[in-house]
Structure formats: C-alpha cells, structure tokens
C-alpha cells in the first residue's frame, strides 16, 4: 500500500466550477502538508503549504486537512482554464531530511 | 531571477553509457534533492545533500551516484544506465532542508534509456 493515495484522474470540468482534489495517507507522522501544481512540461511548484488540521484559504484555493480521518483536500472555486494542470499533494514528517512524499498526482482540465 | 537549472532537459541513451545530468540553483540553498517522476508512482526520492560534501540516500538510490562539490551544483551521475532508468528526473532545492522550507524544483530532464 502506497503511503500517499491520490485518484489520478483524469477530471474534467467546466469554467466556473468548484473542483476538490482529495489525497489518503497512511502514516500518522506527517506533520506538513502541501500541495503542488505541475503544468505539463514543467517542474512542481508549490501552491498551498498546511501544517495543522483546518482549513487555509488562499484566493480562489482552499487547502483541508483532516488529520484524524488522514485525509487532505484542496479546492478550487471559480475554476479558470489557466488551472487546468496536475495537482500533486505532498507531505513531509517534521525534521530536516526534507524529503517529500508525493501522491501520484491529478490530471485537472477545465475547459472554457 | 532566482531559479534551479538542469541539463539536458531531453536525453536519449543506451544502456550502458555513463552520463551526467547537472542541476544548479542560485539561491544559495543549502539543501538539494533529486526525485524521478514516473507514471502511477509518483515522485519519489533518489538522493539528497543536506550542505556540500554531505549526502545521503532517498528510497530509490540504486544505480545512481550524486556529488555536491560546490553548494549551488548538485549533478546526478548514471554510470551505467538501464531502461528501467528511463524517467522523468527532477533538482529540488530548499533554504535548510527542515520540514518548513519551500522546495523549488527544476524543470525537469526527460531520459530514456534504449
């Protein structure tokens, strides 16, 4: 079983929709959590960075964490065509290794 | 502007030839990682170095070797490449390393090993 669970689509929606990202994870040690958009041909780059269970807001994205069902989300509300990507969300124990441990990520497309 | 470089960003090779594939950061990171990227698994770590002349190895190191001579090179040398190698490669640098730095990544080396 892979640590980080995450449905990799592909999902398809409509401009203007509201989309959720979800990722499962099975180690309770996580402590930070984040999640990465990738545009195709490009390297990660960080979108949203959570370190307690809650919720972050940021503009039009919504990072959740639930630390107790091991379950984080991001959502998109007014989703543009500029966010079609793949989302990858990622999650790191607390120290100095800094490695991160990524879902397999999910294909988003929104079409105009 | 402040960014992680790799090169090549495309390669085709045979089995067996060694190559190099270089990152640099300019931001005075003291951290630097690789991951490879390949389909249904996602990212995952081959090695990291923690300042110059410190590494150490990630969970998929086998049939890969990293140097960190100078603190913005981070080059991830295949001596002796294999088609299962054949991947998406990706430079990741942050500030110190802890779980609160933001890691920047590179825009990726596409390798296939024939």
């Known amino acids: 079983q892979k640590e980080v669970e995450q449905d990799p689509g592909p999902l398809s929606v409509p401009e203007g929709a509201i989309v959720s990202l979800n990722c499962t994870y099975s180690?309770?040690?996580?402590?930070?959590f984040m999640w990465y958009r990738q545009y195709s041909r490009k390297g990660p780059e960080l979108l949203m960075y959570?370190?307690?269970?809650g919720n972050k807001e940021d503009g039009r994205f919504t990072a959740q964490v639930d630390k107790s069902s091991k379950y984080i989300s991001l959502f998109i509300r007014d989703s543009q065509p500029s966010d079609s990507a793949t989302y990858l969300c990622?999650?790191?124990?607390?120290?100095?290794?800094?490695?991160?441990?990524f879902g397999q990520g999910t294909t988003l497309q929104v079409k105009p | 502007e402040a960014q992680v470089t790799q090169n090549p960003r495309y390669l085709i090779t045979v089995t067996g030839k060694k190559l190099t594939v270089t990152c640099s950061q300019n931001?005075?990171?003291?951290?630097m990682s690789w991951y490879r990227q390949d389909p249904g698994l996602g990212l995952r770590q081959i090695y990291y170095?923690?300042?110059?002349?410190?590494?150490d190895k990630g969970d998929v190191p086998e049939g890969y070797k990293v140097s960190r001579k100078e603190k913005r090179n981070f080059p991830l040398i295949l001596e002796s490449p294999s088609p299962n190698q054949t991947s998406l490669y990706f430079c990741?640098?942050?500030?110190?390393?802890?779980?609160?730095?933001?890691?920047?990544f590179g825009p990726g080396t596409r390798l296939t090993v024939l």
């Open positions: 990741a640098s942050s500030f110190s390393g802890q779980s609160t730095d933001t890691q920047y």
């Open positions: 180690n309770s040690a996580f402590q930070y």
């Open positions: 959570t370190y307690s269970s």
């Open positions: 990622a999650m790191i124990l607390s120290g100095n290794t800094g490695k991160l441990i």
């Open positions: 931001m005075n990171h003291e951290y």
């Open positions: 170095s923690m300042n110059v002349e410190v590494t």
